[in-house]
């Protein structure tokens, strides 16, 4: 099930620069996207989410981006902190299923 | 702040014996999902839960798997007999709309030996 993708494993960026966390997706009913961070033996936590009617939305120091032409989203992280490095998972559902389909996730370390 | 939870945080079995994963989900939501990871790989939709049956469910969850809200709380996956391929952290879900941001417990792993 290759539908939600993070083509990244791994990224490391400074301290105070920005993160940008990228993921595709290839099924044109999904319609709602998420991502959640993950800690080692944690669950996953719900962090920002996006409509498709909306090609961003803000949180804080997290911005979603998205690109329903190119199937695309992206997470920025501005600053980005230490407390930052997780595992962090793109997910999306469709149109009233009740399910999620999650990346492979990408290994954020932020490095002091 | 509510949330989900998930007992036991570890379950060590013997292959080919059954075992039942407990949750007990935030208490307005309506919708409860399983998930599972095995070590390294990603998250992986089971099942989805809602009004007391399933509403979706993947290739995974074939019929060594079901599911069950016995009470007003409590949502169960039982794994009638045990692989080793089923070994993987087990996570529950819980949503109060269809579709939306899920709210995950800490996961039980399971081992099967």
């Known amino acids: 099930d290759q539908q939600v993708k993070q083509n990244s494993p791994s990224l490391s960026v400074q301290e105070g620069r920005i993160s940008i966390l990228n993921c595709d997706y290839t099924?044109?009913?999904?319609?709602?996207f998420l991502w959640y961070k993950k800690y080692p033996a944690e669950g996953p936590t719900f962090l920002i989410s996006?409509?498709?009617?909306?090609d961003k939305n803000e949180d804080g120091r997290f911005t979603v981006f998205l690109n329903k032409s190119a199937k695309h989203l992206s997470l920025h992280i501005v600053p980005s902190q230490p407390g930052d490095s997780a595992v962090y998972f793109c997910a999306a559902s469709g149109a009233g299923n009740n399910d999620m389909r999650f990346g492979a996730g990408t290994r954020l370390t932020v490095k002091p | 702040e509510p949330e989900v939870t998930q007992t036991p945080s570890h379950q060590v079995t013997q292959m080919g014996q059954e075992v039942i994963l407990r949750c007990v989900p935030i208490s307005n939501h309506l919708y409860f999902y399983w998930y599972r990871q095995i070590l390294g790989q990603k998250v992986e939709f089971l099942v989805s839960f809602y009004n007391n049956e399933i509403s979706e469910k993947s290739e995974i969850f074939d019929d060594q798997f079901s599911v069950e809200r016995p009470d007003g709380s409590n949502f169960t996956l039982k794994i009638r007999s045990t692989k080793l391929e089923d070994s993987a952290m087990y996570f529950c879900?819980?949503?109060?709309?269809?579709?939306?941001?899920?709210?995950f417990g800490q996961g039980t792993r399971l081992t099967v030996v």
């Open positions: 879900a819980s949503s109060q709309r269809s579709g939306t941001e899920a709210f």
């Open positions: 099924n044109s009913m999904f319609d709602y």
């Open positions: 996006i409509s498709s009617i909306k």
